[in-house]
T-cell receptor, first 111, second 115 residues
């Protein structure tokens, strides 16, 4: 079975710092890629997704992610984080109709 | 107001008891899923269903059962056979198009605690 790795378990940043969360996956075929966010006390919701085309994907709230096929990666970025970005972030990969989630990265943004 | 509802939000159960978690969606999605979320482990798939009256085991189906009698509903029963049932349970749904899973929409979750 394929796997998804999120190497950062907990990231702590100050407001206005730049963010990059890593996501790597193991499936070698065609994949659909997702980043979900879970704000404290709220539903898991979609930040952005990649199916095909431009590997640089823009999502909500200023987030973006870049699909690098050769590196099996789909890292999430934001140039300047805000206190309201404090949440848990999950990478998900769908390969061959098998959807897998990473273990999640908890982001804490200090005001 | 479309979405996925899960009830109850919090559930307490004594050891040895079965308990059923509710999941309803009004998004007209064909596929529905149950995940278990534990700290540091992400979301692990318990069961999923792509069509009424059919469902498939996920990675951690042991000790759980589901039914899909209606398109809108996908209840999960946590049986007494589940060794470590205390967890946060998430239900999701998605459309199915061209054999490719689309994004999944999630409910608010049910936190189950076994006393």
């Amino acid at each position: 079975a394929q796997s998804v790795s999120q190497h950062n378990h907990h990231v702590i940043l100050s407001e206005a710092a730049s963010l990059e969360l890593g996501c790597n996956y193991s499936y070698g075929g065609t994949v659909n890629l997702f980043w979900y966010v879970q704000y404290p006390g709220q539903h898991l919701q979609l930040l952005l997704k990649y199916f095909s085309g431009d590997p640089l994907v823009k999502g909500i709230k200023g987030f973006e992610a870049e699909f690098i096929k050769s590196k099996f990666s789909f890292n999430l970025r934001k140039p300047s984080v805000q206190w309201s970005d404090t949440a848990e972030y999950f990478c998900a990969v769908n390969g061959n109709n098998d959807m897998r989630f990473g273990a999640g990265t908890r982001l804490t943004v200090k005001p | 107001d479309g979405g996925i509802t899960q009830s109850p939000k919090y559930l307490f159960r004594k050891e040895g008891q079965n308990v059923t978690l509710s999941c309803e969606q009004n998004l007209n999605h064909d596929a529905m899923y149950w995940y278990r979320q534990d700290p540091g482990q992400g979301l692990r798939l318990i069961y999923y269903s792509q069509i009424v009256n059919d469902f498939q085991k996920g990675d951690i189906a042991e000790g759980y059962s589901v039914s899909r009698e209606k398109k809108e509903s996908f209840p999960l029963t946590v049986t007494s056979a589940q060794k470590n049932p205390t967890a946060f349970y998430l239900c999701a749904s998605s459309s199915l198009g061209g054999g490719v899973y689309n994004e999944q929409f999630f409910g608010p979750g049910t936190r189950l605690t076994v006393l």
